[in-house]
C-alpha cells in the first residue's frame, strides 16, 4: 500500500516557472525523500529530510517538511524543460524499515 | 564509478515460466533493494539484501525470490510468471543497510505473454 500520496498527478508549466508538488503520507516517519524519473528509467534521487529537519534546499531544489501535518513539498525553481519527469515522495519509518513511494506526479515543462 | 547496472533491460516470457533478474550494484555498495513498478500499483518494495542476507521483504508472494552473492551482486527470480508479473523491475543500491539515498539501476522491462 502507498504510505506517500503527490499531489497534484499531472502539472504542466512554462519554462521558467516555478513547480510544486505536495506530498502527504498517513503514519510518523523517520526520513523523506524525493526522485525523479525520466520516462520509463531509473529513478535519481533529489533529496533527503529527516524529521526533525523543516527545509532543505538544494540547487534549484527546496524541499519542506511538516510533521504536524504529515506533508511535504518539492519546489523546483526556474524550471527547464530538462525537469520534464515524474516525481516520487518516499518515506521510512526507521532503520530497518522498506522506502515506501507514492505513485508519483507527472511534470510537464513546456519550452 | 560505473552506475548500477541491470541485465538484461528487456525481457518476454512466457505465462508459467521463470526468470531471473541480474543486479550489479555501485563498487563498495552492500546494500541492495528490488522494487517493482506498475502502472497500477506504482513502485512496491520487493526485498533488500545486505551482506548476502533478505533484511527486508515486501508483501509479494513466495514466487518472487532473491540473492545476493559476495561480491553484493544480486539476483532475482520469478516462478510461475503471471499476466499481472509484467512490469519493469528496478535495482537500487547503497552504501549502507537500511534507510539511505539509493542509486538505482535502469530497470528491467519484463513482459508476460
Known amino acids: 500500500s502507498q504510505q506517500g500520496e503527490e499531489d497534484p498527478q499531472a502539472l504542466s508549466i512554462q519554462e521558467g516557472e516555478n513547480a510544486t508538488m505536495n506530498c502527504s503520507y498517513k503514519t510518523s516517519i523517520n526520513n523523506l525523500q524525493w526522485y525523479r524519473q525520466n520516462s520509463g528509467r531509473g529513478l535519481v534521487h533529489l533529496i533527503l529530510?529527516?524529521?526533525?529537519?523543516r527545509e532543505k534546499h538544494s540547487g534549484r531544489l527546496r524541499v519542506t517538511l511538516d510533521t504536524s501535518k504529515k506533508s511535504s513539498s518539492l519546489l523546483i525553481t526556474a524550471s527547464r524543460a530538462a525537469d520534464t519527469a515524474s516525481y516520487f515522495c518516499?518515506?521510512?519509518?526507521?532503520?530497518?524499515?522498506?522506502?515506501?513511494f507514492g505513485k508519483g506526479i507527472t511534470l510537464s515543462v513546456r519550452p | 564509478k560505473a552506475g548500477v547496472t541491470q541485465t538484461p533491460r528487456y525481457l518476454i516470457k512466457t505465462r508459467g515460466q521463470q526468470v531471473t533478474l541480474s543486479c550489479s550494484p555501485i563498487?563498495?555498495?552492500?546494500?541492495v533493494s528490488w522494487y517493482q513498478q506498475t502502472p497500477g500499483q506504482g513502485l512496491q518494495f520487493l526485498f533488500e539484501?545486505?551482506?548476502?542476507?533478505?533484511?527486508n521483504k515486501g508483501n509479494f508472494p513466495g514466487r518472487f525470490s532473491g540473492r545476493q552473492f559476495s561480491n553484493s551482486r544480486s539476483e532475482m527470480n520469478v516462478s510461475t510468471l503471471e499476466l499481472g508479473d509484467s512490469a519493469l523491475y528496478l535495482c537500487?543500491?547503497?552504501?549502507?543497510?537500511?534507510?539511505?539515498?539509493?542509486?538505482f539501476g535502469p530497470g528491467t522491462r519484463l513482459t508476460v505473454t
Open positions: 518516499a518515506t521510512d519509518t526507521g532503520a530497518n524499515s522498506k522506502l515506501t
Open positions: 529530510i529527516r524529521s526533525n529537519e
Open positions: 563498487s563498495g555498495h552492500r546494500s
Open positions: 539484501y545486505f551482506s548476502e542476507t533478505q533484511r
Open positions: 537500487a543500491s547503497s552504501f549502507l543497510q537500511g534507510i539511505y539515498e539509493q542509486y
